[in-house]
């Protein structure tokens, strides 16, 4: 699997990144590729990414869904003179764009995303899932009931988890990222309601692994056609929500052979060119790592690479232009951390007796890089909180607020609509 290699561009400057949509992730590529001299812009729906002083210029638009998303990105490239810019997808949606529209972007861009016929082996939970049986990773076990009598019927034990298969579109399922249920009336009630947001085929339902953000490992790792050339292995000591993590709090290097091995067979085995981040979780059951998640694109936390010698965003960068670059693997100790939710998460760890005052404040005592913060960079750290709040009240919530009166509709029957309309 190889991304196709733009022709070469002759100009002065060295040709600039264009960065569509995500929030941290997309603010470290800004940052790494800033500090290096090297131009970037941005396409986004968040705000946050635009007020880094790193990012030359930058665009709204209505996401990648939109009908008009690959015309107004066009316009904006050919406003600006990106022809040759490397494009970095900020998030799945806009890595699932790049890559349904691999042949129209590949002519203009150099593009770090693969084409949807080799993505969607990552990005679809349930195809990835079957992959890695395939190739002998371990796995939580999972069930594939097609219709909802099978889910009635079906033999497991609770608890369980249902997750998105694809995290292309926003609804209240695919920002939750995972539903545990704990028996068969919440089972029911969850299959229903994941359905009508996503249809049979998009849930992937599994059993539920005990632990936190405190059992979760992963391989971050730029490749070069099946070689690793950036690598790290990483534990998410903390995450919020304390179960099921939207996102990462305390992110902190560690050795593990073990996710190391299973994350290099993964990648290897689909010869994949790209950045990529590959989530296991440690299984206290029988002492295994179980594969979870491969996100084929930048992750929240990638900046934590660049504090270990594994500048993940410009490395991608260099092997776009073509540049032969000697592998470089993370040696020394460091941490990511997100400080406003982190100090949420690590509360309630505290309150539950899972983790002491001290042992939280030793923690900071590596090497740090900050989510949003930054000395020479200060601006999206002082904004990250208010925006925070303002996205969660004019985009979470409405979606949110939508999807419920959704399956209140389809739960009512045309007697029950009637009634409330007359009411």
């Known amino acids: 699997m190889t991304l196709p290699k733009h022709q070469a561009i002759e100009r002065r400057d060295p040709p600039g990144a264009l960065v569509l949509g995500g929030a941290h992730g997309s603010l470290a590529i800004a940052r790494s590729l800033g500090r290096h001299g090297i131009p970037v812009h941005l396409v986004t729906d968040h705000r946050l990414v635009t007020l880094s002083r790193y ?6 638009w209505n996401g990648p869904a939109h009908p008009d998303a690959l015309g107004s990105l066009l316009k904006f490239s050919q406003r600006h003179s990106l022809d040759g810019a490397v494009l970095f997808a900020g998030g799945d949606a806009e890595a699932s764009f790049i890559a349904q529209n691999h042949d129209a972007l590949s ?17 679809d939970k349930s195809l990835m899932l079957a992959h890695a049986a395939k190739i002998g990773i371990d796995a939580p076990r999972c069930y594939r009931p097609r219709r909802r009598g099978e889910v009635e019927q ?18 209240a399922f695919t920002l939750a990222k995972a539903w545990r249920v704990d028996d068969r009336a919440a089972l029911l009630a969850r299959y229903d309601q994941a359905v009508a947001l996503v249809g049979r085929d998009g849930i992937v339902m599994q059993e539920f692994i005990p ?15 099946g070689m690793p050339v950036a690598t790290l292995v990483a534990r998410r000591a903390r995450q919020y929500p304390v179960e099921f993590g939207y996102t990462s709090t305390f992110v902190e290097t560690v050795d593990c052979a073990a996710v190391e091995a299973a994350g290099h067979r993964y990648l290897a085995s689909l010869d994949y060119t790209g950045l990529a981040e590959v989530e296991f979780k440690f299984d206290p059951r029988d002492q295994r790592y179980k594969i979870l998640d491969v996100n084929a694109r930048i992750w929240t936390w990638c900046a934590l690479g660049d ?11 260099r092997l776009a232009l073509g ?22 998460a690590a509360a309630r760890h505290m309150l539950a007796g899972r983790l002491s005052p001290m042992a939280w404040l030793q923690g900071f005592r590596k090497p740090l890089v900050f989510a949003a ?22 985009h979470r919530v409405p979606i949110l607020l939508r999807d419920f009166w959704r399956r209140t509709r389809v739960r009512a029957t045309p007697e029950e609509r009637k009634r409330r309309r007359a009411h």
């Open 55 to 60: 990012v030359r210029r930058h665009a709204f």
């Open 107 to 123: 002519s203009i861009f150099r593009l770090t995303t693969l084409p949807w016929a080799q993505l969607r082996w990552m990005s």
């Open 307 to 317: 504090r270990v010698g594994t500048d993940f965003p410009h490395v991608q960068w």
């Open 154 to 171: 079906l033999d497991c034990r609770f608890p369980l988890v249902l997750k998105p298969a694809l995290r292309t579109q926003e609804n």
């Open 373 to 394: 913060f930054a000395l020479d960079d200060p601006l999206p750290g002082f904004m990250e909180l208010p925006l925070a709040l303002w996205r969660g009240v004019t």
């Open 323 to 344: 540049e032969t670059i000697a592998p470089v693997r993370a040696e020394r100790p460091a941490a990511w951390v997100h400080a406003s939710r982190d100090l949420v």
């Open 211 to 225: 632990g936190g953000g405190e059992a979760q490992f992963s391989y971050a790792a730029v490749f070069d056609r």
